[in-house]
């Protein structure tokens, strides 16, 4: 992760401080949910992550669930 130093008012982090003692979050976890909020993902981008999960997916088997429950109950 990158480190970020900002130079913010000390009255914004302390509203910032009650804010995320109020969600039960530290001050970071409340700030990068405000930037992440801030910075949702654009269409091409969701389709681009979705693929790229997807490709770290296992493949899914030729293996039919009838022939499993068939498999087991054969097997009893």
Same mark, same amino acid.
Request: no cysteine; proline share 12%; charged share 25%.
């Given at each position: 992760?990158?480190?970020v130093v &900002?130079? &913010?008012d =000390?009255?914004?982090i302390q509203r910032l401080k009650v804010t995320a003692e109020l969600k039960g979050r530290t001050l970071e976890e409340e700030i990068l949910e405000i930037i992440r909020r801030?910075?949702?993902l654009t @269409? =091409? =981008?969701r389709?681009? &992550?979705s693929d790229r999960i997807r490709a770290k997916q296992a493949k @899914?088997?030729?293996l039919l669930s009838e022939? &499993?429950?068939r498999e087991a109950r054969d097997t009893r």
């Open positions: 992760m990158t480190d &900002l130079d &913010l =000390e009255s914004l801030a910075a949702p @269409p =091409e =981008e389709v681009a &992550l @899914p088997s030729n022939d &499993l429950i």
